[in-house]
């Protein structure tokens, strides 16, 4: 399993975001998967990437929280969660994507 997270520096959501998979993926018994950064510079490198926001979870490549109608391009995403929009996915989201 690959888990990736492309964000840029302008977030402030993107550590959050890094470590609810790290807790997800311990609670999953998988602490031997690695969370690897990307990080978005430019529009360019957005627009080539798809990215929809930061933070952005990938896993084996593919976004599970991916809203297709989001624009792609260096803005901040927000994440629906049982407690409402937030600025990452719960640990428990990413626990039911992980596991």
């Known amino acids: 399993m690959r888990v990736e997270l492309p964000y840029f520096d302008g977030c402030p959501n993107w550590q959050l975001a890094d ?3 790290r807790d997800a993926l311990i609670q999953a018994g998988r602490d031997d ?3 690897e950064h990307r990080r978005v510079t430019t529009p360019e490198q ?3 990437a798809g990215f929809r926001g930061s933070p952005t979870v990938l896993v084996d490549g593919r976004d599970p929280f991916a809203d297709q109608d989001a624009p792609v391009g260096l803005s901040c995403r927000v994440f629906r969660t049982e407690a409402g929009l937030a600025g990452a996915p719960t640990v428990e989201q990413l626990f039911r994507v992980l596991s």
Do not use: H, S
Request: hydrophobic share 45%; proline share 11%.
């Open 19 to 21: 470590q609810r998979p």
């Open 46 to 48: 957005a627009q080539a």
């Open 33 to 35: 998967v690695r969370v």
